[in-house]
């Protein structure tokens, strides 16, 4: 299980979720987390620990609530939690947005880099702010950042 909610335990930020961002973001970005994110209906038994987003537009939540076996729930505060619930919710005015929120706040503390498996032309000009990944080829001349 993750060390960083325990099951049964439900949070809710309703007015704002910048909070449960910051706690959040700051496992992942550490390397803390081991939580994977897949559609609620969807988890696998693969022993990980897996996050999913449950939200007022998804078709029938209630049946997706009840079936889930995600470690780590995000839900709209509007939808009802089944009393046999087990596992760790989160719950936000809007489980989409809260998700686009968080991904974003992921990527914003990811600090830049360059992996030594990327092909990177002597003549290219990459940025300060820029993350180049595994495998990736930059050609003579180019700009990026």
Same mark, same amino acid.
């Given at each position: 299980m993750n060390r960083l909610m325990s099951r049964d335990k439900i949070?809710?930020?309703?007015?704002?979720?910048?909070? %449960?961002?910051?706690?959040?973001?700051?496992? !992942? =970005? /550490?390397? /803390?987390?081991?939580?994977? =994110? +897949?559609?609620?209906?969807?988890?696998?038994?693969?022993?990980?620990?897996?996050? /999913?987003?449950?939200?007022?537009?998804?078709? &029938?939540? $209630?049946? $997706? $609530?009840?079936?889930?076996?995600?470690?780590?729930?995000?839900?709209?505060?509007?939808?009802?939690?089944?009393?046999? &619930?087990?596992? +760790? =919710? *989160?719950? %936000?005015?809007? /489980?989409?947005?809260?998700? +686009?929120?968080?991904?974003? !706040? $992921?990527?914003?503390?990811?600090?830049?880099? *360059?992996?030594? &498996?990327?092909?990177?032309?002597?003549?290219? *000009?990459?940025?300060?702010?820029?993350?180049?990944?595994? !495998?990736?080829?930059?050609?003579?001349? =180019?700009?990026?950042?």
């Amino acid at each position: 299980m993750n060390r960083l909610m325990s099951r049964d335990k439900i949070f809710e930020f309703v007015d704002g979720s910048p909070e %449960v961002h910051e706690v959040l973001g700051k496992e !992942f =970005v /550490a390397g /803390a987390s081991e939580f994977k =994110v +897949c559609p609620a209906d969807k988890v696998p038994k693969d022993g990980f620990s897996y996050m /999913a987003f449950i939200g007022h537009t998804a078709k &029938l939540p $209630l049946d $997706l $609530l009840a079936r889930t076996t995600a470690d780590l729930l995000v839900v709209d505060v509007g939808i009802d939690l089944p009393s046999s &619930l087990s596992c +760790c =919710v *989160i719950r %936000v005015r809007n /489980a989409r947005l809260f998700f +686009c929120e968080l991904l974003s !706040f $992921l990527i914003s503390a990811r600090k830049p880099s *360059i992996s030594p &498996l990327a092909s990177i032309h002597p003549s290219a *000009i990459i940025g300060d702010d820029c993350s180049i990944c595994d !495998f990736v080829s930059i050609a003579e001349d =180019v700009v990026i950042g």
